[in-house]
């Protein structure tokens, strides 16, 4: 249980174009969904925190109108980079968390998705 | 500001060469601490959670322990399969991050295991 998909798993666009990249919780219900992103060698970077039915709270410094978060059903958010350029290119991870209602201290758990590597030319 | 220490950056380990990695934390009020591991390319794969100060987990060669102000990744006879970066995480229970409980992640250590 708890699996997190990601589509696509790479992506190369054209600078200015803009790219969707879906989150998907396969077998469980996700309330909140996190994105980060991660540069070579570093640690992940939330960018934002996806909530059902609700606008997405975004980490300072994240430009809302850059990467926009769509959670429209308990089991999918996407975040569209628009206006791409290349130094959007990195390695963007969603992670989802269970109902709390359903399994308690469990719900304090996230689960990755393998993650989506945009490059930027 | 929440804050997640990891050391080393990097180990080296010969395959049966037992090891600690460290996890040092601060945090207004844990909620939990995660360890995670990651492959290249791939997104982070969960391990454990400890939620209070002496709680110990393990799985398989993973042993995961917590303090009040560390936690510690031991591995007890590590193969190559075990080669990957490991992420510590924690989980704020301040009022501030209510509903969205976001994870401050570390830096993690890259292990590299040798035949």
């Known amino acids: 249980g708890a699996v997190v998909s990601q589509h696509p798993s790479w992506v190369i666009c054209k600078s200015g174009t803009s790219v969707k990249i879906e989150c998907r919780s396969l077998?469980?219900?996700?309330?909140?969904m996190f994105w980060y992103r991660q540069f070579p060698k570093q640690s992940l970077m939330l960018m934002a925190t996806?909530?059902?039915?609700?606008?997405?709270?975004?980490e300072q410094g994240v430009e809302k109108d850059k990467f926009l978060i769509n959670h429209a059903s308990l089991t999918l958010s996407t975040l569209t980079v628009t206006s791409a350029h290349p130094e959007d290119s990195s390695f963007y991870i969603c992670?989802?968390?269970?109902?709390?209602?359903?399994?308690?201290?469990?719900?304090?758990?996230?689960?990755f998705g393998p993650g989506t590597r945009l490059t930027v030319t | 500001e929440d804050q997640v220490t990891q050391s080393p950056e990097a180990l080296r380990l010969q395959e049966g060469e037992s090891s600690s990695l460290n996890c040092s934390y601060t945090v207004s009020g844990l909620r939990g601490l995660f360890w995670y591991r990651q492959d290249p390319g791939k997104g982070p794969e969960f391990l454990f959670t400890l939620y209070s100060a002496g709680e110990e987990k393990e799985k398989e060669r993973l042993k995961a322990t917590l303090t009040k102000k560390e936690s510690f990744l031991h591995i007890t006879a590590p193969k190559p399969e075990d080669s990957a970066t490991y992420l510590c995480?924690?989980?704020?229970?301040?009022?501030?991050?209510?509903?969205?409980?976001?994870?401050?992640f570390g830096s993690g250590t890259r292990l590299q295991v040798q035949p």
């Open positions: 077998d469980f219900q996700a309330t909140t």
């Open positions: 996806s909530n059902e039915g609700s606008k997405a709270t975004y």
């Open positions: 992670s989802a968390r269970d109902n709390p209602m359903r399994v308690g201290l469990a719900a304090y758990e996230q689960y």
């Open positions: 995480a924690v989980q704020a229970r301040s009022i501030r991050d209510t509903g969205r409980r976001a994870l401050t």
